[in-house]
């Protein structure tokens, strides 16, 4: 068994390894196809991760906010198109996703005045841009919901509420 990290500033690839329990060697065995010297580089930001070592990280660690977090912070694509989620309570994420899909619901007639020309003019532009804004509120809501879902799923938390 390896030393247990004793560093503050962890970054979320440790936090997630170290959450299961596992050693670098123990996760590398795991892992399969990472070495436990490539995971103390990507956990010491000496190397930038893979997104092949993400998913393998994010299926072994049973953390699927890794592959957001990956997107929305070291992907310049996803930097600018995928919503920063997290892995939150159930309570908490199923309100803010009904709150958000409530907000969005009260928007539709207006969405559609907005849309019956094909245009989008300058009187009508704040109240579209106020739209956007509700809509990628429910995005992050969505991606928070799903994260937590596949989440419960490979922790067994779905089997038991049967």
Same mark, same amino acid.
């Given at each position: 068994? $390896?030393?247990? &990290?004793?560093?503050?500033? %962890?970054?979320?690839?440790?936090?997630?390894?170290?959450?299961?329990?596992? @050693?670098?060697?123990?996760?590398?065995? =795991? !892992? %399969?196809?990472? @070495?436990?010297?490539?995971?103390?580089?990507?956990? &010491?930001? %000496? @190397?930038?991760?893979?997104?092949?070592?993400?998913? =393998?990280?994010?299926q072994g660690y049973k953390a699927p906010e890794l592959s957001n977090?990956?997107?929305?912070?070291?992907?310049?694509? $996803?930097?600018?198109?995928?919503?920063?989620?997290? !892995? $939150?309570?159930?309570?908490?994420?199923?309100?803010?996703? !009904?709150? #958000?899909?409530?907000?969005? &619901?009260?928007?539709?007639?207006?969405?559609?005045s907005i849309a019956v020309d094909g245009r989008v003019n300058d009187?009508?532009?704040?109240?579209?841009?106020?739209? =956007?804004?509700?809509? #990628?509120? !429910?995005?992050t809501s969505i991606e928070s919901m799903k994260i937590w879902i596949?989440? #419960?799923?490979?922790? $067994? %938390?779905?089997?038991?509420?049967?």
């Amino acid at each position: 068994m $390896g030393k247990r &990290s004793v560093r503050e500033n %962890k970054n979320i690839y440790q936090r997630c390894r170290e959450a299961c329990g596992l @050693s670098r060697e123990a996760a590398s065995d =795991l !892992l %399969k196809y990472i @070495s436990p010297e490539r995971i103390e580089r990507i956990e &010491s930001e %000496k @190397s930038r991760i893979h997104p092949d070592e993400v998913l =393998l990280m994010q299926q072994g660690y049973k953390a699927p906010e890794l592959s957001n977090y990956f997107c929305t912070h070291e992907c310049p694509i $996803g930097q600018r198109d995928v919503p920063e989620a997290h !892995l $939150g309570d159930f309570p908490q994420i199923t309100v803010q996703l !009904l709150a #958000a899909v409530n907000e969005v &619901s009260q928007e539709k007639d207006r969405l559609l005045s907005i849309a019956v020309d094909g245009r989008v003019n300058d009187y009508e532009r704040k109240d579209f841009d106020e739209i =956007l804004r509700k809509l #990628a509120v !429910l995005e992050t809501s969505i991606e928070s919901m799903k994260i937590w879902i596949e989440h #419960a799923a490979d922790t $067994g %938390k779905l089997d038991e509420a049967r």
